[in-house]
């Protein structure tokens, strides 16, 4: 296997996201996205913002917030050594964190 992915999963709390007339989903529902599965929060009144072949957005707006769930996948390429392989991934996040 020339590449790995690497899926990365942040759930937080956000400022608001421009509002667009999107429906509920059911809870746990399963997406694929480029060779990953993907399930959706596992509770009610999440909506699914965005989705494409490398990222998977979720939004559930109540009175204590809004609340985003996601999913990104980078792929990388393989490295020889575990410290290679920290070096390399230190440098995607930085890479990352400038965009």
């Known amino acids: 296997m020339n590449r790995f992915v690497v899926m990365l999963t942040t ?3 956000c400022v608001a996201v421009s509002a667009r007339a999107q429906t509920s ?3 746990a529902s399963i ?3 480029n060779g990953i599965t993907v399930v959706s929060p596992n509770q009610p009144g999440w909506r699914l913002l965005k989705r494409d072949k490398s990222e998977t957005v979720f939004e559930k707006r ?3 917030g809004i609340f985003n769930a996601s999913v990104k996948i980078i792929r990388t390429k393989t490295f020889e050594t575990e410290k290679d392989r920290l070096t390399g991934w230190e440098a995607l996040k930085q890479e990352n964190s400038v965009s």
Do not use: F, G, N
Request: glycine share 0%; charged share 25%.
């Open 25 to 27: 989903i059911k809870p």
């Open 62 to 64: 109540d009175e204590s």
């Open 31 to 33: 997406y694929h996205q």
């Open 11 to 13: 759930a937080l709390l």
